[in-house]
């Protein structure tokens, strides 16, 4: 998922302890929503990923700081932009051996940083941060495009035969952009390596899994699911919609906090407003209107109320045949990894799953993070990166998750 390099978002970057924002039970906003707290979990300060586009970075290394935190650990600033680079120096192996039919960039997916984290390990921010040219967040433009120039040009040049420095020389220019990966690190006055940092945090990266909702293929069987940025070719399991739901009710209700792949270019996603919703135009009325008149509205006029966002409004009933017609018809499309760390209500009583973002704080009414409706994540959840313990039983025993 490669979502924003929003200009929106280019403010500098200011963190969010996580703690002082779980306090305060009922939050409102200036639009009219008030929600109250049903569960959150612990979580650690909000990022920035500023201009970059990796999402899948952040959302899935803010997810393995909770099972830190979970896991009776001490809290964690890991580096995100070490499992970029690793991801980097993969993807670029993998597109030469497409032989350029695959797809390259900075976007990624969450098993992206499980799978380096079983390849290489991790590291803390403060011993590889990824900045070298004193930046205070991510700036990725030229990186991406120096990093793609560079593997077409070895497919263009290589007379149908690699030299066998071509990769030495693609993660010579990650070493220019993002910093050399020492062997070698001191944390809290002790030495590791990437490996050992690893495996003193304690994380199996087998024990996460994916999940996802969709007819084109059966069932409570794994396929690989057809996103672009999933150069990987990563796996998911396949579940009812309703089913999905009951994973992630299931994992916040124990404890486990959920990587959240979905769609938020959607005229229902406000950033501003801190609200992400699906309203129904075709209900009968919306609250603090007159009886009926809603109804001789005309849809532009309607959009025009609705997308003010000023307080809850009848949503739309999501169906399995609604998921797959937008998947098909590129309405969902692969858009940004966020990290689901809670269960709210609003006034009305309807279910809004907290949401930590990664675009820092600045526009943000609830400090980085925002309300995703049920019916929202019904709709435009592409996948989800779960601990395999949060799955119910009766649903792991059908996917044959041990």
């Given amino acids: 998922m490669r979502r924003v390099y929003s200009l929106l978002l280019a403010g500098f970057f200011l963190a969010s302890a996580s703690a002082g924002f779980a306090r305060d039970k009922e939050k409102k906003n200036d639009s009219g929503y008030i929600f109250t707290m049903v569960k959150q979990l612990p979580a650690t300060s909000v990022k920035n990923q500023y201009r ?24 964690f600033d890991l580096s995100e932009m070490f499992c970029v680079r690793n991801a980097y120096s993969d993807k670029a192996l993998i597109y030469i051996r497409f032989n350029g039919k695959h797809n390259f960039g900075g976007g990624g997916a969450a098993h992206d940083v499980t799978s380096v984290l079983r390849k290489y390990g991790m590291m ?19 990186m991406d495009a120096v990093l793609n120039a560079n593997v077409e040009a070895v497919l263009k040049n290589s007379n149908k035969k690699l030299t066998p420095v071509w990769h030495r020389g693609f993660n010579g220019l990650l070493d220019a952009y993002l910093g050399k990966v020492s062997e070698k690190f001191t944390y809290k006055g002790k030495d590791y390596s990437p490996k050992s940092f690893s495996d003193m945090m304690g994380l199996n990266p087998d024990d996460y899994v994916e999940l996802s909702s969709y007819t ?8 690989i699911i057809e996103i672009p940025d999933n150069w990987e070719l990563g796996e998911v399991y396949n579940l009812p919609v309703d089913e999905l739901i009951q994973v992630i009710d299931n994992s916040i209700e124990k404890g486990y906090t959920v990587v959240w792949g979905a769609d938020v270019s959607e005229k229902g996603f406000s950033w501003k407003n801190g609200v992400a ?9 919306i609250a603090g209107m007159e009886s009926g008149k809603w ?8 959009d025009k109320l609705l997308f003010k966002f000023e307080q809850p409004n009848p949503e739309r009933k999501i169906t399995q045949e609604m998921r797959q017609i937008e998947f ?14 809670g269960i709210a209500k609003d006034q009305n009583g309807t279910k809004y799953y907290l949401i930590k973002n990664s675009w820092g704080i600045d526009g943000s009414p ?18 989800i990166m779960v601990h395999k313990n949060a799955i119910p039983k009766e649903i792991r025993k059908k996917l044959g998750i041990d």
Avoid at 216 to 223: A, E, I, Q
Avoid at 277 to 283: G, I, R, S, T, W
Avoid at 369 to 380: G, H, I
Wanted: glycine residues 8%; proline residues 5%.
């Fill in 52 to 75: 970059s586009g990796t999402c899948w970075s952040y959302s899935a290394i803010s997810f393995l700081e909770s099972e830190l935190l979970r896991t009776g650990k001490d809290t």
């Fill in 366 to 383: 609830y400090k980085g993070y925002f309300y995703a409706s049920e019916a929202y994540v019904r709709l435009k959840t592409m996948d």
């Fill in 328 to 341: 098909d018809n590129y309405q969902t499309t692969d858009d940004h990894g966020m990290h689901l760390t």
């Fill in 124 to 142: 803390p921010e403060e011993a590889y941060s990824g900045n070298t040219i004193g930046e205070l967040n991510p700036v990725h433009g030229e």
């Fill in 295 to 302: 109804s001789k509205m005309s849809d532009a006029d309607k």
């Fill in 277 to 285: 919703v699906v309203p129904d135009k075709n209900a009968p009325e």
């Fill in 216 to 223: 084109h293929h059966p069932f409570y069987s794994k396929f």
